[in-house]
């Protein structure tokens, strides 16, 4: 059997020492759209991550077709949440899409007429050629969120990690997302969503993810995304694992 | 008492009236710091030790004196235009908060520089006394007050620390509010714009009042270094003033002693040792030093394989095997290395465990102890299949990691959330 | 001009567009004042080599370099292991350096007995004029490399600029190239030291902020930092060497020949401002006279437009007769004040929507035509609020009345489509009813 797109042993993560994350194991199917779901705090701006290599692990590993991510970086996309940016910088819409390119251009090449017309074509899918020239700072935010989209299409990967795309976006832009990653999945591409909306989430996703600082449950949303299961994400922390975090992030035994 | 001071060694006048003076200095200087290290305005601090010279001379060329009170006005117009501008800059002109303070304190201070190379060049631009201090030399100007002769400083600075002393009494808790919540301070009635004004003119009028004797750089020292030293020591505003003004005195009596020494200049002295106690708070904070940082986790780090020896011992006594663990093979099995052999010793010395022969044993205490670390393995092992779904050959490891901190009242919650509190997801018994 | 002159010329001209480039990327990611940092923090690397190596230009400039990029790398260690903020960090680093520096300094003016006062003061100020041709040789070594490395890195640095995180996603040694920049920028401090002196932080900083006034592209910025840089160091150097004066005939800072004392320094980061706060006023679209032009445009275009709707909502019980309205009746309408009335009237003469007639002011046949347009624009928006957005009917008015005026056609007919055919109903001009009754100006806010 083929090596899965996403795959994540035993995993834990820390932040100053505390875990946030608890041994979370779990096995994404290919080609499925994926919805991270949890409250507010329960990791999974850092699930995503964590599995880029962006904050690092206190135990376990993440693999992607059975290797690391240092290998396969080619086939990741990552789309981060807006406000991680300054959105004044002196760019055009055009320029943030082209930076989708880069990592394949490797040291010093300069994106050359390739990269610009698949850059075009990105902001294309995401209806917003028109704007390729306009600096960021006056686009509106769902327009911001499209050309982070483009960009990341732009990487031209097979797994794509979008943190929180829905949020702030208005009706039109929302559905052009959802369009969006329909037509990723027809191309058999995996798609891993943070989403905040419980009222969307059958709608949008074939598979979920909950999480609250430990993973609640993950399968196809038919089966997975029950009462039960939202009851166990939703309905307040954990307090033992709170505890245990803190007594960790101490370093002392606790009470 | 009088004829007692003068009738002393004048060199002893001097060293008296330069610590008196620095350490004044010093604490005017760093009790203010205090809000602008918290406040993140450092910067600006720095930004307003530069921006009042071009207020200095605009002062001198309209009045025509270089007293006191006038420098003070100048020193307050080009304090409140400084932070002004900033802020404009910042909000009407989008220019980010760093590169506003940048252009606006370089711009003012080469407008000063000119400035007084075209109006006051006949005025003697000591170099060193706007940058290095004269506070060798303090005594050397001085005035006469009821009678006695008291260094020109003396006059200057001393009612800005007496006034410093009485806003920070006065405002005390509006100054605290609207450091931590200035939103919050603004909507309650205190204007946190107000105090963000009153502070900076405060530091405007305590640079000028240092400048002579320490130059207008090393202002900046003692306006952070206590300050930030502070910061690192204690989590309560009015312990961290208080220690903020004794570094400050300890800084200009060391700073001065440490100067006569090695013959240098003295304020640049005052502010290394200031620098210096920054070092040491750094490294030597007993919460948020960086060597008990390092202190702490190697403790922890041996307790944790002193606890994994233990728990190894036991499980051997569980399975019942005539096997058992020499010294070195118990060191091994745990990761080698000098922590665990220290951590063996300390086990061996506390009495946890003994030697049978060239074999380890547990004692009575040890196994207790042992009991109760095998205890929280095994019910957090419970819990993770149980309640995290993990499965049971995948707990071992993460159970390894935790056990170390769960304290008896954790793991009899542990055990009251999980359906058997008295075997493990392996079978294995759980000790009581 | 003299051969010297022309070396210093060069010299600070180069040094001025370098420090414009590199200093740009400092101030996009918000590092600005990390320059003041290296610019102080060089004295005691200065004192410890000339201590160690004696009058050394190449030791001064390694000891410099040394003590800079020990201070950049005690502020990155401090901020990242303790609880001291990176503002907090920075200032302690920056005095205590600097105070070290002042002891050091101590130390050697007793050795050479007060001959390096005056090097205290050109370290402070700067001295252009001692600028020889081997100086100008490392810095034009230093900007060819510099130069170089934005060109070759261009992508890497404006990616690491823009989003640190997605670039260490990808894969880009985030950490490495933080330090080339850092390293470029402490190099390019410690060369304009002799210079420019202490100030040396404005000339990284603040060509690059006026370059931000006039493009929203990177490339084009990089360029004008340049430019702007290069140019205050030109003038800085000219007025300095007080040859300004003479070709332009006059002295505009009416100095006399004291100017041949002015330090190069302090000139030019005040050029350097002069062309800051010109493009601060002055800059097309992000400078503050072109933006207050256009919030002032947008608000007369918002009064004229009341006018006409105001004036078709009077008329609109007679139509299709053009009625005559009285000033006073407009005034009841509207918070204007007689005058402003007057003016919008005038104006509206002006583009032939309005004329005077009968002691009052009618619409004229187009001005009918423009004003039922904005009128229908006006109500369809109320509507769309209404049915749409489930706002009150008589909390409409205000509301309509700040959007109406941005409406593209577009949006107008969005609006047509979407609303039921029954309330856009057909009335003589297409206008539809009114949803509301038009009440004088209790709340209105003044056009």
Known sequence: MPPPPVEIHDMTVAYHRKPVLWDIDLTVPEGKLVGIIGPNGAGKSTLIKAALGLVPLVSGKVEYYGKPYARQRHLVGYVPQRESVDWDFPVSALDVVLMGTYGRLGWVRRPGRRERDEAARCLAQVGMEEFRNRQIRQLSGGQQQRVFLARALAQDALIYFMDEPFVGVDAATEQAIVRLLQSLRERDKTVLVVHHDLQTVSEYFDHVILLNMRLVAAGPTDSTFTNENLQKSYGGRLTILDEAAEAVRLGERSR | ?432 | ?447
């Not at chain 3, 062309?275 to 256009?294: D, E, H, K, M, T």
Request: charged share 15%.
């Open chain 3, 1 to 447: 001009m003299t051969y010297p002159t022309l070396i210093v010329l060069v010299g600070t001209t180069l040094l001025g567009s370098t420090a414009g480039v590199l200093g740009s990327f400092a101030v996009l990611r918000r590092r600005a004042l990390v320059g003041d940092l290296l610019s102080h923090a060089a004295l005691p690397g200065l004192c410890l080599a000339f201590l160690v190596l004696g009058r050394s230009f190449s030791g001064m400039v390694a000891g410099a370099l040394l003590t800079g990029l020990v201070a950049i790398g005690l502020m990155t260690l401090v901020c990242r292991f303790t609880r001291t903020k990176e503002d907090a960090a920075l200032g302690i680093v920056l005095s205590t350096f600097f105070a070290a520096g002042v002891v050091l300094l101590s130390v050697i003016q007793k050795q050479t007995g007060g001959g390096s006062r005056a090097g205290l003061e050109s370290y402070i100020f700067g001295q252009a004029a001692g600028m020889n041709l081997r100086d100008v040789w490392m810095i034009a070594g230093l900007s060819l490399a510099s130069l170089v490395m934005v060109l070759l890195l261009y992508k890497e640095l404006k990616l690491l600029s823009f989003d640190p995180g997605f670039a260490r996603a990808q894969g880009w040694p985030t950490f490495l190239l933080d330090m080339a920049i850092m390293g470029t920028l402490c190099v390019v401090t410690v060369v304009g030291l002799p210079a420019v002196g202490i100030l040396m932080v404005a000339v990284l900083i603040v060509p690059a902020a006026t370059a931000r006034f006039w493009t929203e592209r990177l490339s084009l910025m990089l360029v004008l930092a340049a430019a702007a840089g290069g140019l205050a160091g030109a003038v800085g150097t000219l007025l300095s060497a007080g040859l300004l004066q003479e070709w332009v005939g006059f002295d505009p800072l009416a100095f006399g020949d004291r100017t041949k004392n002015l330090p190069t320094g302090p000139l030019i980061v005040l050029c350097a401002t002069a062309v800051f706060l010109a493009s601060l006023l002055f800059a097309p679209r992000r400078g503050i006279v072109a933006r207050a032009a256009a919030e002032l445009r947008l608000r007369a275009k918002t009064a004229r437009e009341h006018l006409l709707r105001t004036l078709f909502e009077l008329s609109e019980p007679h139509l299709p007769e053009r009625p005559v309205v009285t000033v006073e009746q407009l005034l009841a309408q509207r918070a204007w004040s007689r005058a402003w009335a007057r003016w919008l009237v005038w104006w509206g003469q002006r583009r032939g929507s309005v004329e005077r007639a009968g002691g009052g002011v009618r619409l004229t046949e187009v001005g009918l035509g423009r004003a039922a347009k904005l009128v229908r624009a006006h109500r369809l928006w109320e509507l769309y609020l209404i049915r749409g957005a489930n706002i009150a009917p008589d909390h409409v008015d205000r509301d309509a009345d700040a959007i109406e005026h941005l409406l593209t056609p577009e949006l107008v007919a969005e609006l047509e489509a979407q609303l039921e055919p029954a309330a856009v109903a057909e009335l003589p001009g297409g206008v539809p009813e009114s949803p509301h009754v038009i009440s004088p100006h209790d709340e209105e806010r003044p056009a």
């Open chain 2, 1 to 432: 008492m009088i004829e007692w001071f003068t009738s002393l060694d004048p060199n002893t006048q001097t060293a008296f009236w330069i610590i008196l003076i620095g350490a004044m200095t010093n604490t005017a200087c760093a009790l203010l710091g205090c809000y602008l290290v918290l406040r993140r305005m450092s910067m600006l601090g720095d930004a307003l030790s530069h921006a009042v010279l071009p207020g200095l001379v605009v002062a001198f060329v309209i009045t025509g004196s270089l007293g006191i009170y006038t420098m003070f006005a100048g020193a307050l117009a080009a304090g409140i235009l400084t932070a002004v501008l900033v802020h404009w800059l910042h909000r009407g002109g989008g220019v980010p908060e760093d590169a506003s303070m940048g252009v606006v304190f370089t711009a003012l201070f080469a407008l000063g520089v000119v400035l007084i190379k075209r109006y006051a060049s006949a005025v003697d631009l000591d170099v060193d006394c706007v940058f290095s201090g004269v506070l060798d030399m303090v005594d050397l100007n001085t005035v006469r007050i009821g009678g006695f002769d008291v260094p020109r400083a003396l006059v200057s600075i001393g009612p800005v620390l007496v006034l410093n002393l009485l806003v920070i009494l006065l405002f005390w808790k509006e100054l605290l509010f609207s450091s931590f919540d200035p939103g919050l301070a603004t909507s309650m009635g205190f204007s946190a714009g107000f105090f963000h004004y009153l502070l900076m003119v405060m530091v405007a009028m305590t640079t000028v009042a240092s400048f002579e004797q320490v130059g207008s750089i090393l202002v900046v020292a003692m306006l952070i270094a206590p300050g930030a030293t502070a910061h690192l020591l204690t989590d309560k505003l009015g312990r961290m003033m208080g220690i903020a003004a004794g570094l400050a005195v300890s800084s200009a009596v060391l700073g001065h002693f440490a100067a006569v020494h090695f013959d240098v200049n003295t304020a640049g002295m005052m502010a290394v040792v200031a620098g210096l106690f920054y070092v040491a708070a750094v490294l030597l904070a007993p919460r948020y030093g960086v060597l008990s940082a390092l202190v702490r986790n190697l403790q922890m780090s041996a307790r944790v394989v002193r606890e994994d020896i233990l728990g190894m011992l036991y499980r051997l006594e569980e399975l019942g095997v005539e096997r058992r663990l020499g010294r070195g093979e118990a060191i091994e099995a745990v990761g080698g290395g000098p922590l665990a052999r220290l951590a063996l010793r300390g086990l061996l010395r506390r009495g946890d465990v003994r030697r049978e022969g060239h074999l380890l044993g547990l004692t009575d205490r040890g196994r207790e102890q042992a009991g109760g670390l095998v205890r929280a393995h095994r019910l957090w092992e419970a819990y993770l299949v149980e309640h995290l779904g993990l499965p049971p050959d995948h707990v071992h490891e993460p159970a390894m990691r935790t056990e170390h901190y769960l304290g008896a009242g954790l793991q009899e919650r542990v055990a009251a959330e999980v359906a058997d509190a008295e075997t493990d997801p392996h079978g294995r018994e759980i000790p009581q």
